[in-house]
């Protein structure tokens, strides 16, 4: 978004928290690598440049990936300023920081998706002799007491995590609610390689069914390793991992589980391979059957017939519940009335129903790759130009003109 | 030969149903429904329970009219066999939610059905009821429930419509989830 700003001549300043790339470099657990690969991340006037480019970058790689990005956009970053408040004021914004306030215009909240683990309201009968871990403050299994884990939560954060617990010898449950079952590479390629190419990313959220349930559609089942691996319930299974249903409560000292796993498994394959039949038609139609391995499908997920429906924690040695049941954002510090009934910012498609403001990086905020990094550069070129029109509007009818730019610092 | 495609007829109201849907996004209090049901003891294990109000749309309703449902037990309970079992009723809402899940889908995706047939099984170990060994749980072990499906549509639609129909389902979550029962005596 400051690149397009800049590019449109848009006076502007970038608040931070902490540094450039700050989240990743401390909300993050160790292993991870992003799950786009390397050539995916396109950002205006910037790629990927390496010599790898099906590989996944590491947390360190993408620390310096979006450093490197701001030092060659020279955004107008202000680092350690954290916003304390947004609030309307006249035409604009009032904003206070850690570092003295700011008047704008217009404002863009990118403050991420992720800000906060979500985590169910079960959580609180944990009894107390278990540790528990969100997805932030989790970083490696050495972290962990030994014995048993419980991970809850079978979305992309999920199974990585739970694949290099049950790894490190503490044997992994694994509770599974809905899931998005999907290969790392189909036919040779990699799935977001397919999904790019068919089109499936660019789909716009004006184009979808149900906008509301495509954006609560939880996370791709994927992980970035050099290996290109596959992290499916199967192959958790292969390694030991034990799958349960979803979690739904603790009773007298008991972790229960729901009936539903076999038929959660089976909407998941199903919804694979309707992508996956997509996907074989685009090969067809785009003439890509010669270049591409033959289509095929998965096994589909095996789930033993009678799935145990509790656990019994201290019987069985569980001393740690992992909770990868998802993030929501932070807006506590958003006093502008613009949010639904469930505390969600309520926008079309990035705009925000608070003139001049905006939104950014939420899934599926304009199109399917919105939550990507690879879906800023659509998003902010579309907003950035939203936003250019909303500030001309204002120049030319409106007594805040003078300012002479988006923000003054009082 | 030019053939005209006649419109799909499930005999399920789409329209009615995505237009509820909408109306109660934006009015969820609408959406707080009570469902009730009587009981009266007759002898023995026999009973007889009615149904006939509930609460929804943010007032009482009622149905067309009241409807009666006895449960009793078979003979070799040493009952007089004046009914189904309680446990069977459940098979059999389990079935109609089910399956009226399997209609709604199929008339939402337009996909004309022509026949729907389900048969279900229960496993229970007796042992649990009869109070014999409190390792064994007093319900159902697993249900198996089988679908025959005659449609105009893929087996793989066949098999979306009737994993969508579990996820939509009341009674398939009341009976693969915990629910707290409270139950009084005044």
């Known amino acids: 978004m400051s690149r397009c700003l800049t590019d449109r001549s848009i006076d502007h300043v970038v608040l931070e928290r902490g540094e450039v790339a700050n989240s990743w470099k401390t909300e993050r657990w160790d292993s991870l690598r992003l799950l786009t690969p390397n050539w995916q991340s396109r950002l205006p006037g910037y790629g990927y440049e390496g010599d790898e480019p099906d590989g996944f970058r590491t947390m360190p790689e993408t620390i310096e990936f979006i450093e490197r990005y701001a030092r060659v956009i020279s955004a107008p970053v202000r680092t350690h300023t954290q916003v304390t408040s947004v609030r309307s004021r006249g035409e604009g914004y009032e904003i206070a920081t ?47 007491e030994e014995g048993g884990v419980l991970v809850v939560g079978a979305s992309a954060t ?45 789909e716009r959220y004006d184009q979808v069914d149900d906008i509301v349930r495509a954006r609560n559609v939880p996370s791709l089942q994927l992980a970035g390793s050099p290996e290109r691996r596959t992290v499916d319930l199967n192959a958790l299974t292969r390694i030991g ?21 076999r038929n959660q498994c089976a909407l998941s394959d199903l919804k694979m391979n309707r992508l996956l039949d997509r996907i074989d038609q685009w090969a067809t139609e785009n003439g890509f059957d010669d270049k591409v391995g033959p289509p095929h499908r998965f096994e589909p997920t095996e789930v033993e017939a009678s799935p145990p429906l509790g656990l019994d924690l201290a019987r069985d040695r569980i001393r740690t519940i992992l909770w990868a049941t998802g993030f929501r954002p932070d807006t506590s510090w958003l006093h502008v009335p613009v949010f639904d009934r469930k505390g969600r910012v309520r926008h079309d498609g990035g705009v925000v129903e608070a003139p001049g403001m905006y939104l950014m990086g939420l899934p599926f905020l304009r199109r399917r790759k919105s939550s990507l990094i690879d879906g800023a550069a659509d998003d902010a070129r579309d907003l950035s130009a939203h936003l250019a029109s909303y500030l001309d509007h204002q120049m030319c009818c409106s007594a805040d003109a003078f300012y002479g730019g988006s923000k003054r610092p009082l | 030969m030019a053939t005209t495609k006649t419109p799909v007829d499930n005999g399920v109201n789409v329209q009615a149903l995505l237009g509820a849907r909408e109306a109660l996004r934006e009015a969820p209090e609408g959406a707080q429904f009570k469902w009730r049901a ?27 009219t009241e409807f009666t449902f006895e449960t009793d037990h078979p003979e070799i309970f040493a009952s007089e066999d004046k009914a189904a079992t309680p446990v069977e009723l459940v098979l059999a809402g389990l079935a109609g939610c089910l399956t009226a899940g399997v ?45 025959h499906i005659d449609a105009d549509a893929t087996p793989k639609e066949i098999e979306a419509i ?17 629910t707290n029962v409270t139950v009084e005596v005044v």
């Not at chain 1, 850690?98 to 009894?127: I, K």
């Not at chain 2, 009981?39 to 067309?64: A, D, M, N, P």
């Not at chain 2, 009737?162 to 915990?178: F, G, L, W």
């Open chain 1, 98 to 144: 850690s570092q003295g306030d700011w008047h704008s215009r217009t404002v863009v909240l990118a403050s991420g998706a992720c800000n906060l683990p979500l985590v169910p309201a079960v959580a609180e009968a944990v009894p107390r002799t278990i540790a528990t871990l969100t997805p932030i403050s989790y970083r490696n299994p050495a972290q962990l």
């Open chain 1, 158 to 202: 999920g199974t990585q995590i739970a694949e290099e617990i049950q790894r490190s010898g503490r044997p992994v449950t694994l509770a599974v609610g809905e899931h998005v079952r999907v290969p790392r590479v189909y036919r040779g390629r990699d799935i977001k390689w397919w999904m790019d190419a068919a089109g499936v990313l660019d």
């Open chain 1, 241 to 261: 991992v034990k799958l349960v249903g979803r979690l739904v409560g603790f009773q007298d000292g008991k972790a229960q589980f729901s009936g539903s796993l």
């Open chain 2, 38 to 64: 009587t009981c009266k003891w007759v002898y023995g294990t026999h009973s007889r329970s009615t149904i006939k109000r509930f609460f929804g749309l943010g007032q009482e309703q009622e149905h067309k």
């Open chain 2, 103 to 147: 209609a709604s889908v199929a008339q939402m995706r337009e996909i004309q059905l022509r026949s729907v047939s389900a048969t279900l099984e229960a496993g229970m170990d007796i042992q649990g009821i009869l109070g014999i060994d409190s390792d064994v749980r007093n319900g159902f072990d697993g249900i198996k429930v089988t679908y």
């Open chain 2, 162 to 178: 009737v994993a969508q129909s579990q996820k939509r389902s009341a009674v398939y979550d009341i009976i693969t989830n915990p």
